[in-house]
């Protein structure tokens, strides 16, 4: 069975700091897509980045940057310089049969001034 | 690109009753997925549509829960009987195969009294 698994329920990091969140999952499959997303408080649920797995080079958007070791089977979020926006659940997230999608337990962080 | 809606936002209901959740998926997506969310968990996939067909269904989706989407376009998820265990958010999520991302709605925050 495919899982993903958040080891860190709580994070919390300074704003303009840098802080990276965990991801591990399992598949026996070769080619994948892994997402991480975002859930502020009480809003919407948004995509923050797409990893190919077929792909060597690391996701980047902006701020947010993957970290993906495929034989580790390893996906984590660096994200840089910290905003007092970036506060939100986060969560790790596979894509199974169907493209429904299999999510970590999430990550809670807090961004501190 | 007007985003997936659900409605309603809130719903509060006793326990014994039926409810219905209706979503509207972003209309040039042909898959839409339904997942319950519970308090500081991951969501749990219940349900998918490929166009009309229902393709899927997880084994959290009980006898009393039924899901549609006539013609493609909107869907509703009915909860016949409601139980205290069936207060969570229920989210909606639209996307294409391919391994694109797929979009969420605001969700839906059943409590049961």
């Known amino acids: 069975a495919q899982t993903v698994t958040q080891s860190q329920p709580e994070m919390s990091v300074q704003e303009a700091e840098t802080v990276t969140l965990s991801c591990t999952y399992d598949?026996?499959?070769?080619?994948?897509?892994l997402f991480w997303y975002k859930q502020p408080p009480s809003r919407q649920m948004i995509l923050v980045i797409r990893?190919?797995?077929?792909?060597?080079q690391n996701a980047t958007e902006n701020r947010f940057s993957v970290n993906f070791q495929k034989a580790a089977k390893s996906f984590s979020l660096k994200i840089s310089d910290s905003q007092l926006g970036d506060t939100a659940m986060y969560f790790c997230?596979?894509?199974?049969?169907?493209?429904?999608?299999?999510f970590g337990q999430g990550t809670e962080l807090s961004v501190k001034p | 690109d007007t985003g997936v809606s659900q409605d309603p936002r809130h719903k509060i209901t006793k326990r014994g009753q039926n409810v219905t959740f209706r979503c509207d998926p972003i209309?040039?997506?042909?898959?839409l997925y339904w997942y319950r969310q519970t308090l500081g968990q991951g969501p749990e996939f219940l349900t998918y549509?490929?166009?009309?067909?229902?393709?899927?269904k997880s084994r959290l989706l009980s006898d009393r829960f039924s899901a549609e989407r006539p013609k493609g376009s909107f869907s509703t998820l009915e909860i016949q009987r409601t139980e205290q265990g069936d207060s969570a958010m229920y989210l909606c999520?639209?996307?294409?195969?391919?391994?694109?991302?797929?979009?969420f709605g605001d969700g839906t925050r059943l409590s049961i009294l």
């Open positions: 997230a596979f894509p199974a049969g169907g493209g429904k999608l299999i």
């Open positions: 209309s040039e997506h042909n898959r």
């Open positions: 549509f490929q166009n009309e067909a229902q393709l899927e």
């Open positions: 990893q190919e797995a077929y792909k060597q």
């Open positions: 999520a639209s996307g294409q195969d391919g391994g694109k991302p797929q979009h």
């Open positions: 598949t026996s499959e070769s080619n994948y897509y």
